[in-house]
């Protein structure tokens, strides 16, 4: 079946970095788009961006376009997202979600990692 | 980006009662819209996608209905299981937005 492994809990303090990964089993992985996703405590979702991991071509939104690196590595099927810059603000579950297409048209994420809660405090 | 609203933001209901959840696009999205449940500490779970086509393995007493800018989850015959917060996601152009809940708690 199809599953999404992402790595554990970071607490990180402002400025710095974190890299959380998101290992996928169970299909094809390069045949997919994966999505990042967030959602900070008590709140809605907030999109980060996408990585086709065929090519390695990415697309981030616009609030994280100079923070954000997404990455893939084909040999593990693990695909990396880190986020620069750490403010208390970018505390957050941190979701990876696989992008499926039904019928090819309409796409949705029909599998999900567990989650990553990034804390950053001093 | 466009945004999604859903309302109401929560629900009290009982169990075996008819729900309805709305949700409203700033701008037209043709039928690129799908809901989600998300339980505390979990992931969420796609219920619907393409506005109306039940995911597999979702119980029928979810329905999906709307198209353009307005959109409704219904569900026929709330069960205990189904007390959970519900998101709809446009996935019409990128950024792709969520609307920010619905909980449905039991009266």
Known sequence: QVQLVQSGAELKKPGASVKVSCKASGYTFTNYYIHWVRQAPGQGFEWVGIIDPSGGRTNYAQNFQDRVTMTRDTSTSTVYMEVSSLESDDTAVYYCARRFCFGGTACQYDSWGQGTLVTVSS | ?107
């Open chain 2, 1 to 107: 980006a466009i945004q999604m609203t859903q309302s109401p933001s929560s629900l009290s209901a009982s169990v075996g009662d008819r729900v309805t959840l709305t949700c409203r696009a700033s701008q037209g999205i043709r039928n690129d819209l799908g809901w989600y449940q998300q339980k505390p500490g979990q992931a969420p779970k796609l219920l619907i996608y393409a506005a109306s086509s039940l995911q597999s393995g979702v119980p029928s007493r979810f329905s999906g209905s709307g198209s353009g800018t307005d959109f409704t989850l219904t569900i026929s015959s709330l069960q205990p299981e189904d007390f959970a917060t519900y998101y709809c996601l446009q996935d019409d152009s990128y950024p792709w937005t969520f609307g920010q809940g619905t909980k449905v708690e039991i009266k």
